[in-house]
């Protein structure tokens, strides 16, 4: 038996850009065959839609709220689907997802946003975390750049379905040469999305601490759907040259930490 997690996604409770109620995916996820999610808003650096003029104990709460809410309602619908806690977190334009911190560790860092990538990263590594760079090739009107820091990276997102293939097939290309760990996610907003991607794994997930030790000792493999909504089935990202094999290189420029 296999068991999908998806590893990205936003809820309108504490990212700007979505529109989608952190517990109506519940019923929706778990009908597209996930078997569990991680909740990974735009922190207070990023697209977030909580007010910075709050004191830093409400922000958090309330910037955590998606993910309690989701939570929530799995168990109040005896559903299932494992729902687990992560942070996309923005430092200028490169973006990282933090998986294995929790509300303790973002209230017990106040002064998180007056750091840069490295004492993100060892605080992240201090609590037990990982960090993992999402869409790393990415390229969009508001980007001005791609910035890439090998040494803060605990593996590489190598399948966004937000990305066109020749940018995903980028970030491959980076882990295969770096020899990261590969990570794939949907970066669903919104229903009715028609790709999405998947961590699968041949075991249950139970926690989001499982999903850490599972994927920092090379458990789980990066996977993909496309026709999600015509009931698509998961495929392999290495099985597909167009992930993996670019057709053009990037034209913003690459500046390296």
């Known amino acids: 038996m296999k ?30 065959g996930y078997s569990g999610i991680i909740i990974t808003d735009h ?8 007010p910075k003029d709050l004191p830093w104990e409400k922000r958090v709460e309330m910037y955590c709220s998606g993910y309690k809410h989701a939570l929530e309602e799995a168990r109040n619908t005896n559903s299932d689907l ?3 806690f992560g942070i996309e977190y923005n430092f200028k334009g490169d973006e990282f997802l933090l998986y294995g911190v ?5 209230l017990a860092n106040p002064d998180l946003l007056e750091k840069d990538r490295h004492e993100v990263y060892k605080l992240v590594k201090d609590y037990g975390g990982m960090m993992i760079q999402a869409h790393p090739y990415r390229e969009r009107g508001y980007l001005s750049e791609i910035n890439l820091t090998p040494s803060v990276c605990d593996g590489v997102e190598v399948y966004n379905s937000g990305n066109p293939d020749y940018q995903n097939s980028l970030a491959y290309e980076y882990a295969v040469e770096r020899n990261f760990r590969m990570s794939s996610g949907s970066d669903i907003h919104n229903f009715g999305q028609n790709e999405m991607g998947a961590m699968c794994f041949d075991h249950k997930i139970n926690s989001v601490e499982e999903y850490v030790k599972a994927f920092l000792n090379n458990e789980g493999t990066p ?8 009931n698509g089935e998961f495929k392999e990202v290495s099985k597909d040259t167009s992930l993996t094999v670019p057709t053009q290189r990037n034209t913003l420029e690459v500046i390296w930490h």
């Open 3 to 32: 068991y999908y997690y998806e590893t990205h996604m936003h809820t309108r409770e504490a990212s700007a850009c979505s529109g989608t109620d952190a517990r109506d995916y519940i019923k929706y996820m778990s009908e597209l």
């Open 43 to 50: 922190f207070f650096n990023g697209n977030c839609c909580i």
């Open 82 to 84: 494992t729902v687990m």
């Open 102 to 106: 929790d509300e303790d560790w973002l």
């Open 223 to 230: 996977v993909f759907m496309r026709g999600a909504t015509q």
